[in-house]
């Protein structure tokens, strides 16, 4: 299961808010719903995470053995 436990670590380092993603940035209530339920998302949100971040994919998500 890929959680993204990491991300939240990752914006608050980065001082970037739920708010600036959603008025920034075009991120839906929903993206970030699915994002904190560690629903499906897809690779177009992982990689606009990672270029709004500047960081890398393991930053924001991680694989979890179920």
């Known amino acids: 299961m890929i959680v993204f436990d990491k991300l939240w670590q990752t914006m ?3 001082n970037v808010s ?3 993603l959603i008025k ?7 993206q970030l719903d699915r ?7 897809n690779s177009y949100t ?7 971040l ?7 998500a991680e694989y979890v053995k179920e």
Not at 55 to 60: F, G, K, P, Q, S
């Open 18 to 20: 739920q708010y600036q």
């Open 24 to 30: 920034n940035h075009g991120f839906s209530t929903g």
């Open 54 to 60: 500047d960081c890398n994919l393991d930053d924001i």
């Open 35 to 41: 994002l904190r339920k560690n629903a499906n998302v």
């Open 12 to 14: 608050k380092e980065k």
């Open 46 to 52: 992982l990689n606009s995470l990672c270029k709004i």
